[in-house]
């Protein structure tokens, strides 16, 4: 018998006011032909003012509860992965706990855009070392609050948003045509820090600061990365890319994501594609984007699915789970 952590819910939450293109060709020197041609994108949502981090993941929450049935008391744990938090701190995650009344313990993951594959992977452990039993799992972000509206190669990529799952304990056979997560593959390498951080901090300049990204090179990166780490993992799960029914990718830009893809060998009918219409959320971008899937009833039971993300750090990793 193996511990196994099976997906007993999805839930995901995007503020209400959406921003298109369009817009942003008023604020920035850019198009929306540049845009859509570049990174896919043609539509994000931003938080209104006062709208905050834990205001997002904890609808999202509220959601995800919904899908699975559970009380919030029934929750044991809450990791919410976050590099946008309320404050410095204390992490969003018990700020979600104190709303919603959960219990157990609560902690924020920080792996950037990577954040929701560590923060699974983070609850799968807990869950598999028998110290948690159902674990709130949270992508929530804020970025549109760290643009430098002078940057016109970054300000125009990315949204805010939110997205939650529910992981609960089962006993599988030790097999992969077990339910739950089958495999966890994680990755960093900080000689490449400098590709894409935030250029203030508590201890540095005493101030948020800005995204500063080199684009093309994060690019480089994650095409060869990403296929990488998808490999890894299902050939840890003892799965082939034939086994994958979805890939549910970090949602950057729609040429990383088809690349991606092609490297693996799976068809684009096989992968579930969201950055149009939410920009690039970071940690919030894959559970947003197995939400969106879920409501337009894309996944069966027993289907693969195969998340995969990189981000600044530069970190990276992927998680196999089977529905
Ligand atoms: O989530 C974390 C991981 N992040 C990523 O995965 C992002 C990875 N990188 C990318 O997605 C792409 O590199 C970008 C979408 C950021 C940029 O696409 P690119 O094809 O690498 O474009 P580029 O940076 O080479 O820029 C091409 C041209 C440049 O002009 P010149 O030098 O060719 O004259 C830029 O100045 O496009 C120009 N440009 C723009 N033009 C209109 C850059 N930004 C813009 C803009 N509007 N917003």
Wanted: aromatic share 6%; glycine share 10%.
């Amino acid at each position: 018998m193996t511990r196994r952590a099976i997906l007993r819910g999805i839930g995901h939450y995007l503020p209400a006011r959406i921003v298109e293109n369009a817009e942003l060709e008023k604020r920035v020197d850019t198009s929306d032909e540049w845009i859509r041609a570049r990174s896919g994108i043609e539509r994000r949502h931003f938080a209104a003012e006062g709208e905050l981090t834990s205001d997002l993941a904890i609808h999202a929450a509220r959601a995800a509860l919904a899908d699975a049935g559970f009380e919030p008391a029934e929750i044991d744990a809450v990791v919410v992965a976050t590099s946008t938090p309320d404050t410095t701190f204390p992490s969003v995650a018990t700020i979600v706990q104190g709303a919603l009344g959960t219990g157990g313990f609560a902690f924020d993951v920080q792996a950037v855009c990577a954040g929701f594959v560590y923060a699974m992977s983070t609850a799968n452990a807990f869950i598999q070392a028998g110290q948690a039993q159902r674990v709130l799992v949270i992508g929530a972000e804020t970025f549109s609050r760290i643009m430098n509206w002078e940057d016109r190669t970054t300000c125009v990529l990315f949204g805010d948003g939110a997205g939650a799952v529910v992981l609960e304990a089962g006993d599988g056979a030790g097999a992969n045509t077990d339910a739950g997560i089958l495999a966890t593959d994680l990755n960093s390498d900080g000689r490449f820090r400098d590709l894409l951080y935030v250029d203030g901090g508590v201890s540095s300049t005493q101030t948020t600061g800005v995204l500063v990204m080199q684009g093309k090179e994060v690019f480089r990166h994650a095409v060869e990365k990403l296929a990488q780490t998808a490999e890894t993992a299902l050939a840890a799960a003892g799965l082939g890319a034939d086994d994958v029914d979805w890939i549910v990718p970090h949602q950057a830009n729609s040429r990383i994501i088809t690349r991606t893809a092609q490297k693996m060998g799976v068809g684009m009918d096989r992968v579930v594609m969201t950055v149009q219409d939410h920009g690039n959320t970071s940690a919030a971008s894959i559970p947003l984007a197995l939400s969106v899937a879920k409501e337009q009833q894309l996944f069966k039971p027993g289907q693969v699915l195969v998340m995969e993300a990189i981000g600044g750090g530069l970190a990276w990793g992927s998680v196999v789970l089977r529905l």
